[in-house]
């Protein structure tokens, strides 16, 4: 579910940003960012959310105000206050292609771009049936092919020095992490 994939997308962001020589306090603030990302989703409804055709036009605006609203509950928080920029940022493309704010470059927090390589590696290689290797190898090579137009090619640059092999590793252990959660919440039920 969607759950395991912020689990997912929050350890591999916090992979690539060691990898970036980021602070471990700036890595802190990222996972409760990406853990948090689609929090605005909460202000969405539900049945747009759940809807499996093409969104209207009316539809996509609405769905497209998520990062808005993620933003504007997270920054009245005071721990919360930095990772809300994330939140706000993580439909952004580095190209300008994004939304809300169509930002480019540099003016999309850090954060946020880490988070746009990491979700696109998750999106990417949860298409394979075993997440095998070479489904993280392609997935790698279609990040390298979004250097400079969705992705921040500087971090992309780093990301490409971590082996296919230790994100397959990470999903691994994620996953079975997930699995013995599962277990002791369904036990506790008991």
């Known amino acids: 579910g969607s759950d395991g994939h912020s689990l997912r997308v929050t350890v591999f962001a916090a992979r690539l940003a060691r990898q970036l020589g980021m602070s471990e306090a700036g890595i802190k603030t990222i996972e409760r960012g990406v853990l948090l990302h689609d929090i605005g989703k909460i202000g969405v409804p539900d049945e747009l959310l759940r809807k499996q055709d093409d969104l209207t036009l009316q539809e996509s605006l609405l769905m497209q105000k998520h990062p808005e609203i993620g933003y504007r509950i997270l920054s009245s928080?005071?721990?919360?206050?930095?990772?809300?920029?994330?939140?706000?940022?993580?439909?952004?493309?580095?190209?300008?292609?994004?939304?809300?704010q169509r930002?480019?470059?540099?003016?999309?927090?850090?954060?946020?771009?880490?988070?746009?390589?990491?979700?696109?590696?998750?999106?990417?290689?949860?298409?394979?049936?075993?997440?095998?290797t070479a489904g993280f190898e392609t997935a790698i090579r279609k990040i390298e092919a979004m250097s400079g137009a969705q992705l921040d090619p500087a971090y992309v640059h780093e990301f490409l020095k971590i082996p296919a092999d230790e994100w397959r590793a990470a999903r691994q252990e994620i996953s079975t992490t997930a699995k013995r959660a599962d277990i002791l919440r369904k036990a506790s039920r008991q």
């Open 103 to 132: 930002l480019n470059g540099d003016a999309i927090d850090p954060g946020a771009r880490i988070f746009a390589i990491v979700d696109a590696l998750d999106v990417l290689s949860s298409g394979c049936a075993i997440q095998s």
């Open 77 to 100: 928080i005071k721990f919360l206050k930095e990772a809300a920029r994330l939140v706000l940022h993580h439909h952004e493309q580095y190209d300008g292609n994004g939304y809300p």
